[in-house]
């Protein structure tokens, strides 16, 4: 069965720290994957789509098949960054649990 | 300005109690979904619709019921609703391609 794969619940990081939220993905066709992100007390929103390799908020995530992931990746966070993420499967439609990232000052 | 609404915003009911939560998107969007949020189990979809008149199960069906009669609106319904059915409740749609989903803002579900 086709799946998305988030396997930590929690991250927290420093200001200024790298940061780095894992998805990995179950698919036997070609997938297409994107991030959402989810800010307190706002709408789940697109954050990025791996078909535009675009940076969106200094974040970016690489599509690499041979290890079937979609890690988003940021070199510096930002308290502004705290939220939840999640991982999704356009393909299915299908979302991973989510990790809720905090940035401490 | 493109959205998508639900309604209520909030809930709580009492075992049993028949409730609709209403989803209307002003974007002409074909494709309408449901999602139930719990915390450590992430989005989980319950229904989605294709079209006018097209439904389909996703991932966590039982104990709902949706209708697609018209393009812009996909209610859920809950029939008899039980104390697993408290969630937060995210109705979301999507163009034709597929390419994004825009979220409603939630309605959260507390079943007594």
């Known amino acids: 069965a086709q799946r998305v794969t988030q396997p930590e619940k929690l991250l927290s990081v420093f200001k200024g720290a790298p940061v780095e939220l894992k998805c990995n993905y179950s698919y036997s066709g070609s997938p297409e994957l994107f991030w959402y992100v989810q800010y307190s007390r706002q709408r789940l929103q697109l954050l990025l789509r791996h078909i535009s390799r675009e940076s969106i908020k200094g974040f970016t995530a690489d599509l690499n098949k041979g290890e079937t992931s979609f890690h988003l990746k940021k070199p510096f966070a930002q308290e502004e960054d705290s939220a939840m993420y999640y991982c999704?499967?356009?393909?299915?439609?299908?979302f991973g649990a989510g990790t809720r990232l905090t940035v401490k000052p | 300005e493109a959205q998508v609404t639900q309604n209520p915003r909030y809930l709580i009911t009492v075992t049993g109690k028949k409730l609709t939560v209403t989803c209307s998107q002003n974007?002409?969007?074909?494709?309408m979904s449901w999602y139930r949020q719990d915390p450590g189990l992430g989005l989980r979809q319950i229904y989605y619709?294709?079209?006018?008149?097209?439904?389909d199960k996703g991932d966590v069906p039982e104990g709902y019921k949706v209708s697609r009669k018209e393009k812009r609106n996909f209610p859920l319904i809950l029939e008899s609703p039980s104390p697993n059915q408290t969630s937060l409740y995210f109705c979301a749609s999507a163009g034709k391609e597929y390419y994004e989903q825009y979220f409603g803002p939630g309605t959260r579900l507390t079943v007594t």
């Open positions: 974007m002409n969007h074909e494709y």
């Open positions: 999704a499967l356009r393909n299915d439609m299908r």
């Open positions: 619709s294709m079209n006018v008149e097209v439904t």
